[in-house]
């Protein structure tokens, strides 16, 4: 398996990065959409579980790399891996998102920047890390994982992570963000913005309060990281939000704002959790949303350095051959 492919917006250099997966509950992914309907579009496991990507962006950018998003991490233990269906371990990193760190010609110091689109386990678990070089020894402890970088995300984010209660507390995971305010690396971001010339942010509530997408943009183009607004195609549908997200409304509203911009301006998605399909153009046919110019995930079969066939650049069937009714 390939764990980073490469593609430019504009004359930015990109990489996408395999960062694991995991399997969570088909239901729960889908909300209010009955399993007859998303059991179509998506295969499970006995247990009902569906395969997620845990994908990450990479741009390398004038002012330092940037990361968005750091997938999960090596820090939870058997029962916690088990119950979320991760597959992370790396060959020669922590994890796998090292490993794709390297395929892609890097190493985690060389990153000087990390983009939180918000601090749920499966997108900021990798912030930080459990010593590798120290296992089994007792001065081991959890420390940024980019000793270089500065981290963004919303400052009401990182609030809201620090007032969990019932509902919210098993995605939010203290050591995966307080040790970043303890070294004093924390940029927080209060509202939509430029991180840096050419990346910038946007709140989109809904899944969380203050999740926000993160757009790169160069030469009149423009790439979307998503992350949990759309997390895979099959989300692609207005109505299709999942049961994770905590104001479904809002989730509405926000997709509905970004979708219509995404398909007017002609921008590219990647998708931070489809197992499939790595990036797309969002086009409307009709009534129905399809997806265009697609990159699949390279575990849809294409290595680093192979020419997509064409069969594999067409709208996915669980995009467009399967239209919600409106």
């Known amino acids: 398996m390939t764990l980073s492919r490469a593609f430019h917006v504009g004359g930015l250099k990109c990489h996408t990065l395999e960062g694991g997966s995991q399997r969570l509950d088909g239901g729960a992914m889908f909300g209010v959409v009955p399993y007859p309907l998303w059991s179509k579009r998506v295969q499970h496991d006995e247990r009902r579980r569906i395969p997620l990507a845990m994908r ?18 090596n820090k939870e233990g058997a029962k916690f891996l088990d119950i979320y269906g991760v597959e992370n371990q790396g060959l020669e990193g922590a994890t796998q998102l090292e490993d794709a760190l390297a395929v892609a010609g890097f190493l985690s110091r060389d ?30 402890h959890v420390r940024p994982a980019f000793p270089n970088a ?16 019932e509902r919210t507390r098993a995605s939010y995971l203290p050591h995966n963000y307080e040790p970043i305010a303890a ?29 926000q997408i993160v757009l790169v943009r160069d030469r009149g183009e423009t790439a979307a ?44 998605i990647v998708f931070g959790h489809d197992p499939a399909t ?49």
């Open 150 to 165: 500065t981290y963004v995300v919303q400052k009401g984010e990182l609030e809201f992570a620090r007032r969990v209660n």
């Open 183 to 211: 070294a004093g690396r924390w940029r927080l971001l209060e509202g939509d913005g430029e991180v840096l010339a050419g990346i910038s942010v946007r709140v989109t509530p809904g899944h969380v309060p203050f999740h």
């Open 56 to 73: 990450c962006l990479l741009v390398e950018h004038p002012d330092g790399l940037v990361l968005i998003d750091t997938a999960l991490g």
């Open 111 to 140: 990153v000087r920047w990390v983009i939180n689109t918000h601090l749920h386990f499966d997108h900021a678990g990798g912030n930080t890390t459990l010593d590798p070089e120290l296992e089994d020894d007792p001065r081991r």
């Open 278 to 326: 790595a990036i797309g153009t969002p086009a409307m046919e009709g009534k129905d949303m399809v997806l265009r110019d697609v990159v699949p995930a390279p575990a849809a079969g294409i290595t680093k350095g192979d020419t997509p066939s064409p069969d594999l650049l067409t709208s996915p069937p669980s995009v467009d051959s399967h239209p919600v009714p409106r």
């Open 225 to 268: 990281f998503v992350a949990d607004l759309i997390p895979t195609t099959a989300h692609l549908p207005l109505p299709w939000i999942m049961g994770y997200d905590l104001e479904p409304l809002r989730t509405l509203e926000s997709k509905r704002a970004f979708l219509a911009e995404a398909v007017r301006e002609g921008w590219r």
